[in-house]
């Protein structure tokens, strides 16, 4: 039998042998918006990888990278022996996925909503994976704070007639695309007080001379990342049918970083605010 002085002894040392214990969960984040919300939360220690989108903050880019969201391979990420992947409805390809859940190792897939709410949720989820709901409460707050303020600008800003914003995704010359409804470029748009110029369209669709022309944007929109590939304005105003258009005659090209303006992440406030000045 075990004498009193044992046993405090016992007690004493538990929470040392608690602590040692514990080992911090090896988290893969798979998608730059979930990247950038582990870091407002102060949690980017538990960080082992991230995907080729996690490009902000610039840290992030310095972590081992498991390849782009939409093209995983379950060999590298289970190579950083990651205890939780974190991932939005993009990542794939569903066989991947599957690899890993047969793994075991938990994955847990958020929904891509493009909506301000949809962020709020992302963000509550996230909180709750990481254990760091307190820190999820305390940015919760700060987004709501920010989009009231970028709300009223929005509608400071709203003029008689709503500008028409054709948006133009491009990986290259030859990879050109625009942004119908039920897109994050579509929705970002709305919430900036603009008009989607192919809004009588679905998804993304690639670009002709006819359909560019007739949807008469004012202005074209496109991400850092696109404009650089098609060499600037003047090189993506050489694509089909865009410099007939408005937008094109006057040289009205706004570019933005592709994850602050489609991702949906903390950012989302600042970008619409941004975005909405642009167009005015």
Do not use: C
């Not at 994976?129 to 307190?134: E, G, I, M, T, W």
């Amino acid at each position: 039998m075990l004498s009193r002085r044992h046993l405090l002894a016992l007690a004493a040392a538990a929470p040392f042998a608690e602590a040692r214990a514990f080992v911090a969960p090896r988290v893969v984040a798979v998608g730059g918006a979930l990247t950038e919300l582990i870091y407002e939360f102060g949690a980017q220690g538990l960080l082992v990888g991230v995907d080729s989108t996690s490009i902000y903050p610039a840290v992030a880019q310095k972590l081992p990278n498991v390849g782009y969201a939409r093209t995983l391979s379950a060999e590298g990420l289970l190579s950083l022996a990651p205890t939780l992947i974190v991932a939005t409805e993009d990542a794939g390809p569903p066989a991947v996925l599957r690899q890993l859940e047969a793994a075991r190792v938990p994955l847990h897939v958020l929904r891509a909503e493009h909506r301000f709410e949809g962020l709020l949720d992302r963000t509550a989820r996230l909180g709750e994976l990481l254990d760091r709901k307190a820190e999820a409460r305390a940015l919760t707050d700060r987004l709501n704070k920010q989009w009231q303020t970028t709300q009223q600008q929005v509608q400071q800003l709203r003029q008689a007639r709503t500008p028409r914003v054709l948006f133009i995704l491009s990986h290259g010359m030859n990879q050109v695309r625009i942004a119908g409804q039920e897109t994050a470029a579509d929705a970002v748009i709305a919430y900036a007080g603009g008009s989607n110029a192919f809004a009588g369209v679905s998804g993304y669709k690639p670009l002709t001379p006819e359909a560019a022309i007739a949807a008469a944007p004012d202005v074209i929109l496109s991400t850092d990342q696109g404009l650089e590939a098609a060499g600037g304005i003047d090189g993506l105003l050489k694509l089909p049918g865009l410099a007939q258009t408005p937008a094109g005659l006057k040289r009205r090209v706004v570019a933005f970083d592709a994850i602050e303006l489609l991702g949906f992440g903390p950012r989302l406030p600042q970008a619409v605010g941004k975005l909405a000045r642009a167009i005015a």
